[in-house]
């Protein structure tokens, strides 16, 4: 399509598999070297650990079961939710809709902290109960308990199950519900014949995205859970840079990396048939008044849950940043700009504010070039075996962010590849972590522009190149500065990959927010809500500004 | 089937409002037994509204709505027993042919032997046979139009709703079916309500017409009243008639008289109580071509012009002329050949394709 002559695609398309290939595969056989033994055979030391103790079998079990409660959890809160969406219009949807995003976009370290500051021991809740009626005992205590980081695990899953399932909902014709009813079906067989099973798809892809999330969440567990629980994802952590134990680590991050992939195929089996959208679309004009009380109580009911979960946590974590001992403080905010040798961080706390920022641009251009080149590449129908390189792409994908950073440390430190001390290696590893979302978010729009756009710009004159550059590119603006937003926020936000690979005097935000959450003290504490509060800001104000400029980018429409 | 002359629906003062906007305007009309009516209308005048107030999909909020003497206003949809088939099918996606013409049986909680032959038979009648294991996407537009005729008649409703059942094909199918949907619904004796903004379609399948215009039942009768008298400019407009003149009649209700005076034409309005203003409409297919005689007037049903436009039709050709300012369309044979543009022509009219439009609103 764009680029016909073949030589010239693959080069373009090499730049991207060379990324692939330094970045992410060889750490990945860096990783399963280390989990074998010197005769290729697998460590029988760390085998008998494993299956001998029974504490790893139990890991794994608690990742499983963990991440299907909170599955089910999720599903049960947001299910109506997705249908007061996809079904009434009511004033201020748009809002919800704004409000909708934030926790999907927040980082994990965010939302911890924000838990902890509504709900955890010196939370706003505990902290207002027992001075209004005088308790010495905290009347919520669920820190380091599986009921805290459920609670968050709900939290950033719930807008993402209403979101996808609402705009899949809304998609159903409503004449098919009309034509059970009909045909004799009451509302609640229609629901049950024909609504649930057109919905399942939607509902199953839903589920098991939320699945994976929580079956390798990682920062939520490590600072809501505590030392008593661990995750796959968690223990690998802890074998590597607790007990430097690293053909253990190694040997986990390969379970990790199975159920992964499995989680992925399966994925990508479901979204074949049934197309849901991940980047869901806008649903806000598909629907009617609520006309009933009890339909407007059920949506107002809704809502209200909505707000509790989603803005409670939030407006929590920016109240507790500025409440000292004594009420009002700014102390929290002041003491970021200063260190002294009792500090945790090896600089001022405010420098990885920069830093985040910095390496987030670094990622955002890393990913952004390369997944141009990949999308262009795969959005071409006529080349040869196109699933399977969509497929290579979509590999960091299904490996877990804490299993990439591990692979760093132990592959990219020492030659061929050294970037030990390099600037370049927290963006590099999210350039990774985000490079297949910026392909995703890149290739359908690329693949809508209709064929005879592009032929009609050639038998005008232009060259292969300028049809990309005056037809696909332009028409791609949207696309690409949604994909842009979204490797800079994953950027932003990244912790599993940054646990590992930030060094010491370049911490970036959610680094420096878990070593202050991690340790005790009023002032850690409080220093982590300032952090979380400053990352929660930055974070709305660049999902803010693509708002602003998508919404002054127009939609490309083509007449068919 | 024979069916007894009896009114099986009665909708009185029919209203509906959304919003600000009013959708359906005080519509009453009745039907009987076994009739095929047909709600004609463009786009937004209310039609589907209607049929879904009928079904009982919407609620009636201002109204009456009788069916064999009972009020159904606050029977569910699910319980009326009414057919519906849907602008683009609504056929289920996640079923096959068979399970989607036996969902309405499964319904009613038939037993599996008797809705198997109930399916059968469906499938037989509109044609489908070996069909039933073929899921909706290996379908054509006609098949699937054909199974959403079975699934809705599968479990013989008291009344079908057909909301533009045809909307989506192309004019030939189209035209073939329409004549298989009356043919079937005639065979079973159906009592039907069919929405169209076809008039084709309308005329071709209706035993009755009504035509909605902005919510309101502008006309309601057989469909060669319809066609022969439009109740208003607003229908003659939408029935694609072109001819239209303004002027006036005299006293004796017998001559008409265009505004500018130029043209004058004898007319038989029955109700000369209206007031002289009027609208003639010349039916495009009401005109005779003699071969060329240019000469005077002699004849009052004359119409003479100069040709500006002729279009090959197939069976015939389509004449436009010039008359004292006024531009005529109509339809003439092949033989005797109309003249060439530029040229005059000289047209007798048939007194029958004539007709006076009064229109109240507009005066």
């Not at chain 1, 001022?348 to 952004?368: C, D, Q, R, T, Y």
């Not at chain 1, 795969?378 to 591990?406: C, E, H, Q």
């Not at chain 2, 109930?118 to 054509?140: A, P, Y």
Request: net charge positive; with cysteine; glycine share 6%.
């Amino acid at each position: 399509m764009v680029l016909r002559r073949p030589v010239i695609r693959w080069l373009l398309f090499s730049l991207p598999l060379l990324f692939l290939a330094v970045f992410y595969f060889f750490p990945l056989s860096r990783i399963i070297g280390l989990s074998l033994s010197q005769d290729g055979g697998l460590q029988t030391t760390v085998l008998q650990k494993l299956f001998g103790s029974g504490t790893y079998g139990k890991i794994l079990w608690f990742s499983i079961w963990q991440a299907a409660l909170s599955t089910i959890l999720t599903l049960v809160f947001a299910l109506p939710g997705a249908y007061v969406f996809a079904k009434y219009s009511f004033r201020g949807k748009a809002v919800f809709q704004a409000l909708m995003t934030v926790p999907f976009v927040m980082p994990t370290v965010v939302t911890a902290a924000a838990f902890r500051a509504l709900l955890g021991q010196n939370g706003l809740v505990n902290h207002w109960s027992m001075s209004m009626f005088g308790l010495s005992e905290p009347v919520i205590d669920i820190d380091q308990t599986i009921v805290f980081f459920l609670l968050a695990h709900i939290f950033y899953n719930y807008t993402l199950v209403v979101r996808m399932v609402s705009s899949f909902w809304s998609t159903i014709d409503h004449k098919v519900v009309a034509a059970a009813r009909m045909l004799g079906a009451s509302p609640m067989a229609a629901f049950r014949t024909v609504t649930l099973p057109l919905l399942m798809p939607a509902i199953g892809s839903a589920a098991l995205l939320v699945f994976t999330f929580c079956f390798t969440s990682f920062g939520v567990i490590l600072i809501l859970g505590g030392p008593r629980f661990s995750t796959l994802e968690v223990e690998i952590y802890r074998q590597t840079v607790q007990l430097f134990n690293l053909p253990m680590a190694a040997t986990l991050a390969i379970i990790q990396l199975v159920f992964n992939f499995l989680l992925m195929w399966l994925h990508a089996r479901l979204a074949k048939r049934t197309k849901v959208s991940f980047f869901a679309g806008d649903v806000s004009n598909t629907q009617s008044d609520p006309e009933s009380a009890a339909k407007r109580s059920f949506a107002f009911f809704n809502l209200s849950f909505m707000i509790l979960l989603l803005a409670t946590p939030l407006i929590a974590l920016i109240i507790r940043s500025f409440s000292g001992e004594d009420g009002f403080t700014l102390l929290y905010y002041t003491t970021l700009f200063t260190r002294d040798d009792t500090s945790l961080l090896m600089v001022e706390p405010i420098a990885s504010v920069k830093n985040s920022i910095l390496f987030g641009f670094g990622a955002m251009s890393i990913a952004l070039s390369l997944g141009l080149l990949a999308a262009t590449f795969l959005s071409d129908n006529s080349g040869k075996n196109i699933a399977f390189w969509d497929a290579v792409i979509m590999l960091p994908l299904a490996t877990s962010a804490v299993t990439l950073g591990f692979g760093y440390i132990v592959a990219l430190n020492k030659p061929p590849v050294n970037l030990r001390d390099s600037l370049l290696l927290v963006p590099l590893a999210h350039a990774l972590v985000a490079f297949p979302f910026v392909v995703r978010c890149l290739l359908p729009s690329l693949r809508q522009i209709p064929a005879d756009l592009r032929e009609a710009a050639t038998l005008l004159g232009a060259s292969p190149f300028r049809v990309w550059r005056l037809i696909d590119i332009p028409l791609l603006r949207k696309a690409i500065l949604v994909a842009a937003i979204f490797a800079f926020a994953i950027s932003m936000g990244e912790f599993g990959a940054s646990a590992f690979v930030a060094r010491p005097h370049t911490p970036t935000m959610p680094v420096a927010i878990f070593r202050f959450l991690s340790h005790p003290g009023s002032l850690n504490y409080g220093q982590a809500m300032a952090m979380s509060t400053i990352l929660m800001v930055v974070t709305c104000i660049s999902f803010w500004l693509a708002e602003k400029l998508e919404a002054r980018l127009a939609d490309t429409r083509y007449v068919k | 089937m024979s069916t007894p002359a009896k009114t099986i629906l009665k909708v009185s003062d029919l209203s509906r409002k959304y919003r600000e906007d009013t959708i359906l305007d005080s519509v009453s009309f009745s039907l009987l037994y076994g009739e095929i009516l047909c709600l004609l209308g463009p786009s937004g005048s209310g039609k589907t509204s209607l049929l879904r107030l009928l079904a009982g999909l919407d609620n009636v909020e201002t109204g009456s709505v009788l069916f064999e003497n009972r009020d159904i206003r606050s029977t569910p949809a699910h319980k009326r027993q009414f057919g519906m088939m849907f602008q683009e099918y609504a056929l289920f996606p996640h079923k096959n042919v068979e399970e989607n013409i036996a969902f309405g049986l499964e319904m009613k909680k038939m037993e599996s032997a008797a809705i198997d032959k109930q399916v059968t038979k469906m499938l037989k009648l509109v044609g489908l046979e070996g069909f039933g294991h073929r899921n909706m996407d290996e379908l054509s537009g006609g098949e699937r139009q054909r199974v959403a005729l079975a699934r809705s008649l599968a479990p013989q409703p008291r009344l079908l709703l057909l909301d533009e059942p045809l909307g989506s094909l192309d004019r030939t199918l189209r035209d073939r079916l329409t004549a298989e949907i009356r043919k079937i619904l005639k065979l079973l004796g159906v009592t039907a309500i069919f929405v169209t903004h076809d008039q084709h379609e309308a005329f071709s399948i209706a035993d009755k017409i009504g035509v909605l215009h902005n919510g309101r039942l502008e006309q309601f009768d057989r469909p060669e009243t319809v066609y022969t008298t439009p109740a208003n400019i607003e229908i003659a407009r939408f029935l694609g008639f072109s001819n239209l003149i303004r002027g006036t009649v005299d006293n004796s209700g017998t001559f008409f008289q265009s505004l500018s005076g130029k043209l004058r034409f004898p007319v038989n309005r029955a109700k000369s109580s209206f007031r002289p203003e009027t609208t003639l409409l010349i039916r495009p297919e009401g005109a005779v071509f003699r071969g060329v005689t240019p000469g005077s007037r002699i004849d009052p049903f004359q119409l003479c012009g100069i040709v500006t436009e002729k279009s090959y039709l197939g069976g015939g050709y389509r004449v436009t002329l010039l008359s004292e300012d006024n531009e005529f369309t109509f339809t003439l044979p092949l033989y005797p050949q109309p003249p060439e543009p530029g040229e005059t022509i000289n047209l007798t009219l048939a007194p029958s394709a004539l007709v006076c439009i009064d229109d109240p609103a507009g005066g």
